[in-house]
């Protein structure tokens, strides 16, 4: 009895060490979060990225284009290949590692993602979007069905987008989407290479300090590094599917 008793006091004691560290790191965290936000507004623009050296892209899409980074890479960088960006997606090119691809832009609204009728079948190696699906007024199965019917036999589309995320327009905001709803919209492709999320419970803490669109550095001492490196599957603020036709 008395080792059953002592053995509870020690986990109950290192539990509470445990409950300790992470209420210290925390509140760490939260404090580096707030001098990062004060000098952004003490320091703006160039001059305070510069301080923290080179730099990604903002909190909410810095992981998922980490996670992108040369997914459609080969030897050739895309060459000879044809590519589709729709709304303003080429930005994902680069990230893809296809830059050498013959980029065809699709914009809205003199083109629409689930109607791209004037792109005839099997047209095209790649297909992509880079948070569009959310701002679909229509059926989203319809921009899977499209990027389908566009691609080359093994082509591949890529789509990003969100699930926990405020409203926002671009002009109108519809839909939320988790890696599983990405899944099941893609059924009807050969393979799902990938189909991800990233986000946690700090990004909100970033947003209520005014750092949701200040760009991450690539340091990873700096505070947004380490929010960047914690994702709560349960928590996904971006979503994003890679399919091959």
Known sequence: MTQTKGGSVTTTM???????????????LILGLVLVAASSVLVRGHVALRLFGPHGAHITRYAMYRA?????ADEKRGAGKKAL?????????????????????????????????????????????????????????????????????????VHTTCFIYPIHYGPSDFWRFTPDALRYLARDFSEIITADGWGNRWVWITQALGLLFVPVPDAKWHPLQRVVARNDRLWPVSTWIVARK
Not at 68 to 72: M, N
């Open 85 to 157: 960006a729709i709304s303003h997606s080429a930005s994902l090119v680069p990230i893809l590692g296809i830059e050498s691809a013959d980029i065809t832009e699709a914009n809205y609204p003199e083109h629409n993602i689930i109607d791209l009728n004037t792109f005839p079948n099997s047209a095209f190696d790649f297909v992509l979007s880079d948070q569009v699906l959310e701002h679909i007024a229509g059926n989203p199965q319809l921009a899977f069905d499209e990027s389908l019917r566009v691609l080359k036999p093994g082509g591949i589309a």
């Open 14 to 28: 290192k539990g509470l060490i445990r409950a300790g560290f992470r209420i210290l790191d925390s509140g760490l």
């Open 68 to 72: 992108l980074e040369g997914a459609l």
